[in-house]
């Protein structure tokens, strides 16, 4: 069984350009997170999508966005691209999103640089 | 607010040497519990998880207690091997507040031969 694939694996771009993260979530997995991980933060929530629906947001600012479409891919956004954001991005699913042991199985995350 | 606190790194441990990593929540629910693990260059992978008080959750060696009256989920290894090198997270989920998961901030951990 495949496991969640995040594309693509590294980027590097320049301040105020905006970039597009891919994730495609475990077969049968309709719920999909996202995480900002860096080392002065920590792993930090961004947002969760379940059925093309955002269920649940962070404390992002708004240049972070996302979507989820109705195969269950999801795809994030960041636009205006500051030095900050450079970090690893993780995706995670899980089946339902919700519910008491409710698991969610990470992918190996993107990195991105902005230089 | 939902938050974890845990232990802070690095650790380095002899191989064959016993691991405990401590770790401590706040949630305004029953949440269920969770350590991760993280090999370099990867993301994160479920190491075990408990979801109700006294469950003891266990996988490769490893064991954890869900403690209420301590609130507390502490990782333990009776003996550590090179392969164990890698940053552990404990995390909290709680089944009312949605999908969110709120992690702690990582130990990294170092078996030395």
């Known amino acids: 069984k495949a496991g969640v694939t995040q594309t693509p694996r590294y980027l590097i771009k320049t301040r105020g350009q905006q970039v597009t993260l891919s994730c495609s979530p475990i077969s049968g997995h309709r719920s999909v997170s996202w995480y900002q991980q860096t080392p002065g933060q920590g792993l930090q929530f961004l947002f969760e999508y379940f059925s093309e629906t955002q269920r649940n947001k962070g404390n992002f600012p708004g240049r972070f966005s996302g979507r989820q479409f109705s195969n269950s891919r999801s795809e994030m956004n960041v636009s205006t691209l500051e030095l900050g954001d450079s970090a690893l991005y993780l995706c995670?699913?899980?089946?339902?999103?919700?519910?008491?042991?409710?698991?969610?199985?990470f992918g190996e995350g993107s990195w991105l640089t902005v230089v | 607010g939902d938050s974890v606190t845990q232990m802070e790194g690095p650790v380095t441990l002899s191989e064959e040497a016993c691991l405990t990593i401590?770790?401590?929540?706040?949630?305004?629910?029953?949440?269920?519990l969770f350590w991760y693990v993280q090999y370099p260059g990867e993301g994160l992978q479920l190491l075990l998880k408990?979801?109700?008080?006294?469950d003891k959750g266990s996988n490769k060696g490893f064991e954890a207690t869900y403690r209420k009256e301590t609130t507390s989920f502490h990782l333990e290894k009776g003996s550590v091997q090179v392969s164990d090198s890698a940053v552990y997270f404990c995390a909290l989920s709680d089944p009312f507040e949605g999908n969110q998961f709120y992690f702690g901030t990582g130990t990294s951990l170092t078996v030395i031969p």
């Open positions: 401590n770790c401590t929540y706040t949630a305004t629910g029953y949440p269920s």
């Open positions: 408990a979801t109700k008080a006294d």
């Open positions: 995670a699913s899980s089946k339902t999103g919700q519910g008491v042991g409710n698991t969610i199985y």
